[in-house]
């Protein structure tokens, strides 16, 4: 069954500053795609980006980009230039192609102005 | 906007009662899924279902049933309620399933508190 690991439970970032969230996933399949998913205090879940495995480029939206280490099994999350507003529960994803979704534990991301 | 909605939004209940929940989707989608978030484990699936009266185990089935006996609904029954399941119950949609992306859209969940 593949795994999926957030190894740190809470991450703080000054306000217009970088910050980058891990994440790692166990997987024999070479076919994949990773998300990352943002949960603010609303409890609403909000897709942030998507990656998929036979790319080698790394997803970019606006302020958010991924580091996919294939060979690492790594897929980060960098937020530039924060923002209050990014201040949330943020979530990696893995998907196998079929219809499960596998979620990491969740990275608790505090943005101090 | 994926027009996901959740019935009831929150409840509290008592050990031993059934319980059940509703998910409606406006879009005509084929795949819906059930959740559930507790502290610590993310998100899990419960089941999930690619069609009118097609449904599946997820991970952690065990004392959910569900049905879909229509296209824009997806209901989640708790037979009898235990305090392992307060939980959060988030519904999800998928826009592609073997196609680009596979990427699900939540509705904005359920707060079940059993006593």
């Known amino acids: 069954a593949q795994t999926v690991t957030q190894s740190q439970p809470e991450m703080s970032v000054q306000e217009a500053e970088t910050v980058t969230l891990s994440c790692t996933y166990d997987?024999?399949?070479?076919?994949?795609?990773l998300f990352w998913y943002k949960q603010p205090p609303s409890r609403q879940m909000i897709l942030v980006i998507r990656?998929?495995?036979?790319?080698?480029q790394n997803a970019t939206e606006n302020r958010f980009s991924v580091n996919f280490q294939k060979a690492a099994k790594s897929f980060s999350l960098k937020i530039s230039d924060s923002q209050l507003g990014d201040a949330a529960m943020y979530f990696c994803a893995y998907n196998n192609a079929g219809n499960m979704l596998t979620f990491g534990g969740g990275t608790r991301l505090m943005v101090k102005p | 906007d994926a027009g996901i909605t959740q019935s009831p939004r929150h409840k509290v209940t008592e050990t031993g009662t059934p319980v059940t929940l509703r998910c409606h989707q406006t879009?005509?989608?084929?795949?819906m899924y059930w959740y559930r978030q507790d502290p610590g484990h993310g998100l899990r699936l419960i089941h999930y279902?690619?069609?009118?009266?097609?449904?599946d185990k997820g991970e952690v089935s065990d004392g959910y049933s569900v049905s879909r006996s229509k296209t824009e609904d997806f209901l989640l029954t708790l037979e009898s309620a235990t305090s392992s399941q307060t939980s959060v119950y988030f519904c999800a949609i998928s826009l592609n399933v073997g196609g680009a992306a596979n990427e699900q859209f939540f509705g904005p969940g359920t707060r079940l508190t059993v006593l």
């Open positions: 879009e005509n989608h084929r795949y």
């Open positions: 990656q998929e495995a036979y790319k080698q």
């Open positions: 279902s690619y069609g009118v009266k097609d449904t």
């Open positions: 997987t024999s399949e070479s076919d994949y795609y």
